[in-house]
């Protein structure tokens, strides 16, 4: 049985740059290096260790390479060439000295779908984040942690519990980010966390779970979910909430709410989202405090903001903090090196969205008010519909922020499908103002017209990789339909998402919809989601 083990590392140079791979049986020692573009040369040593390295050179074909994600000197292109002389090197095709290499040492191999688990063999968990990360949502290959015995987890899994942690890593975490791989927190945050504490790695035992088993809710997910709360409870007792006690147990809480999220709960998510409300609270000094926490600390902050403003019941009660809060938090972070893979591009709209949110709240307050006069009372609409024209301005004239736009230009998604994510979520917050502050009904021409800007975005990346963020706007193009041909076509456009998609909020947004359609018939009125997802008994949460 081959015992690969393979090592990674660059050392940039004006030139080229130098790879060093270990392949082969039980005593492997060859390495290669790239001498020029699209040519390899393997040296390879076989089991009698006296035996002196054969180089052996070959040419990669054009259309070889090209297969290779990101090239042949990236790191994805890089292990796929690994795949061609694991499949190849047996024991009974070695290289003998002056030997031509075997003749199935070719390139049918070079796509192989499987790549020996032992590959992880000498890696420590840097490595294994480099070469998890250089794995893309749609590579055809994923690399099994656990089978690493250098990578040692806090508690014993059985084959089973493993597969479900795996399929967390393989598969969960790639689905639900919409940024380039190497920036996907959901695994160069959360991976680390699990490889040390008990409560992170629960938690995505039982994401995995639960998707590995279709999204059917068991007793054992249910069970990891406990286990981690205990964990958290229990190392509060323990240790007191010192820092890193706070930053895992926030992160629990974060996971458990994605998970919950991801999955179209309607009421589990938000108790998870108190919680870590009450966690900051009590750690004292406010949302701010996550500052305190470096790169988790942010990227956290960016996760609790978003779930926070994109909530059904944020309108009737406001955000737990003020969007200046989320703001400043989210300010700190604008040299590039952290990135949300829920939210990607369109943060700073997230933002703007928050303060419509919290408008709407403020719209509610002065409607319901018995305490003040008329005067105060259209002082008070007047400073907030005021406050509604600055926002929209705000929302048409706001841009990427330069660090993102770099960050997706060098990532392996088409920058055209963020940019078109970005201009619908402008379109989507412009009639959310217009109907949940001004109250203007959908067949109000000025909707109308941004609703058909909205489809011709919808269109473009409805079956694209950021598919996963359109659930808020799909349900805001929803009640902005009057004909009944463009409520068909929405309805559609949602029905091709619920079969590719792998999330459930859409399934329950499109319930909104159909429910909104029935109250609205000819789009006269304007009716709030927000208050159907209340009487339903919903806390819906839009954010996947």
Known sequence: ?????????????????????????????????????????????????????????????????????????????????????????????????????????????????????????????????????????????????YDSPRVVLPIALNETEMSYFDYYCSHVANEISIVPGELNYFLKVFLPMALKNEGVLACLIAWGCIFKNNKSRTTIDELWIQRAMLYVKKSQETHGLTG????????????????????????????????????????????????????????????????????????????YYGVEEYADTHNTNQDGTMFDSLQGCIRPLILKLGDVVNLVRNMK????????????????????????????????????NASDFDNLVRGDVPLEHHLTLFELFQLAIQIHLRQAVRRLPPIVPEIQCLLYRMKS??????????????????????????????????????????????????????????????????GAICVDWFKITKQFGWRLNLGR
């Not at 907030?384 to 705000?394: I, M």
Request: charged share 20%; proline share 4%; with cysteine.
């Open 365 to 400: 307050l002065i409607r319901e008010a018995n305490d003040i006069t008329d005067d105060q009372r259209v002082s008070m609409l007047t400073s907030v519909l005021e406050r509604a024209t600055e926002l929209d301005l705000e929302v048409e004239n706001s841009k990427l």
């Open 244 to 319: 890193e006690v706070f930053l895992t147990s926030f992160a629990c809480y974060m996971i458990l709410v994605c998970l919950e999220v991801s999955v179209g709960d309607t009421d589990a998510w938000s108790r998870f989202l108190t919680c870590g409300y009450d966690l900051i609270n009590s750690f004292g000094r406010g949302f701010a405090v996550l500052e305190n926490f470096s790169t988790e600390g942010h990227l956290l902050a960016d996760n609790f903001a978003y779930f926070d403003i994109l909530a059904s019941q944020s309108h009737d009660n406001g955000t």
């Open 1 to 145: 049985m081959s015992a690969t083990q393979c090592a990674y590392y660059k050392n940039q140079r004006k030139v080229s740059r130098k790879i060093r791979f270990s392949v082969g049986l039980a005593y492997p020692k060859p390495h290669r290096e790239l001498h020029k573009e699209n040519q390899v040369v393997l040296k390879v040593r076989s089991q009698d260790q006296n035996q002196t390295l054969v180089p052996i050179s070959y040419d990669i074909p054009d259309d070889a390479s090209h297969g290779m994600k990101g090239g042949i000197l990236s790191p994805v292109g890089s292990l796929d060439i690994i795949r061609w002389p694991q499949n190849a090197l047996t024991a009974d095709s070695m290289i003998p000295n002056g030997g031509a290499y075997p003749k199935d040492f070719d390139l049918a191999s070079l796509k192989s779908p499987s790549l020996s688990p032992s590959v992880l063999y000498s890696l420590n968990e840097n490595e294994v984040l480099d070469l998890w990360k250089a794995s893309p949502v749609r590579s055809p290959f994923h690399l099994p942690l």
């Open 457 to 522: 975005c919808l269109k473009v990346i409805i079956n694209s990789s950021v598919k996963s963020s359109l659930c808020f706007p799909l349900l805001i193009a929803g009640l902005s339909c009057v004909k009944q041909t463009d409520r068909d076509e929405i309805r559609g456009l949602i029905n091709a998402l619920i079969s590719r998609y792998e999330f459930s909020s859409i399934n329950k947004a499109m319930l909104v919809l159909e429910e909104v359609w029935r109250l609205n018939m000819d």
